[in-house]
């Protein structure tokens, strides 16, 4: 089989995983806080006999867009936005740390703050409010809470939300749609709280995909696998030709 059908196969399946990828960014169009995947291939000279003519396509690592989306005032008092770089601490399963921007925080029937159904990280772990309370949240991240029929003046202070500061070099997107400090960067997988972030109550970010560009990104990589498989056919259509004339000879 001619060699130029398997430099086109490594470009046809570099552009299938770059149509999931952009076909995923659509999809999380409307999801506070998400960041789109960037996809990046970088072209690999084959190594051998004759002369370096040949490239393949390989995968390089991949990386998310971290500019900010949109901030929308809501109102709600459970909403937050982060500045740049700022992140907010969830609680995995096994006890560890991830790191998200979607600032919908939740309350659970146990009175338990999550986000995305994972407690949320306060300065001492995770943190709860009392049963009906009214919750607020202050720019340094404290959240005090007013009990049903409290005075005003009873505000009790429940904890500071943890918020971490994180260069785009040191995150991960993971499957759980959260991010994570990556090994290679930092052996640490915990990253301090910075007492100095202010986030914005009362407010969400969108996330940062554009839909038209991500839609033309669809079209255009569409059109390029497209072509790859026309390159397929027409060597493959060439192959058979030169079989039925030495079969003829």
Excluded: C
């Amino acid at each position: 089989m001619d060699r130029a059908i398997y430099t086109a196969m490594g470009a046809a399946n570099a552009a299938l995983n770059r149509q999931a990828v952009t076909a995923n960014n659509l999809a999380n169009v409307s999801t506070n806080g998400f960041r789109a995947q960037l996809t990046a291939y970088r072209a690999v000279p084959v190594n051998g006999p004759g002369d370096a003519t040949r490239v393949l396509s390989t995968e390089s690592t991949p990386y998310n867009d971290y500019t900010m989306g949109s901030v929308n005032q809501t109102g709600r008092s459970l909403d937050v936005a982060m500045p740049q770089n700022g992140w907010l601490a969830v609680q995995l399963p096994d006890g560890s740390e991830a790191y998200t921007r979607d600032g919908n925080i939740e309350v659970d029937s146990e009175g338990q703050l999550r986000i995305k159904g994972y407690p949320l990280m306060g300065d001492g772990g995770p943190l709860e409010i009392p049963p009906q309370a009214q919750v607020t949240i202050a720019p340094d991240g404290s959240v005090t809470a007013l009990g049903a029929g409290d005075e005003p003046t009873a505000l009790a202070q429940i904890g500071r939300l943890k918020m971490v500061t994180a260069q785009p070099y040191l995150l991960r997107h993971g499957d759980d749609s959260l991010f994570h400090v990556d090994p290679t960067v930092d052996e640490n997988p915990v990253l301090p709280a910075d007492p100095a972030l202010r986030l914005m109550p009362g407010a969400l970010e969108s996330s940062n995909v554009s839909p038209v560009k991500a839609m033309v990104d669809m079209i255009a990589t569409a059109r390029g696998f497209d072509m790859q498989m026309k390159v397929i056919s027409a060597v493959d259509d060439n192959e058979k030709n030169a079989n039925q004339l030495l079969s003829i000879s």
